[in-house]
């Protein structure tokens, strides 16, 4: 997931949001990484280009 915020803080409150909101958690070590943005500033954080790759830990894939 990319996404906009204004500081690290902002941004992993952000992910946690996000990830509630479409289903899944976040668990262990979370890394946030300052790069230039793709998208435009906006008022609020916000994420985009979300690819989610769902893990089963049941199987040996």
């Known amino acids: 997931m990319k996404g906009w915020a204004t500081d690290a803080d902002a941004a992993a409150d952000m992910r ?11 668990a262990g070590r979370v890394e ?3 790069t230039p943005p793709d998208q435009p500033p906006r008022e609020n954080p916000f994420g985009y280009d979300i690819s989610f790759v769902p893990y089963d830990g049941d199987t040996d894939e």
């Open 32 to 34: 946030i990484h300052e």
């Open 16 to 26: 946690r949001f996000t990830s509630g909101r479409i289903g899944f958690e976040m």
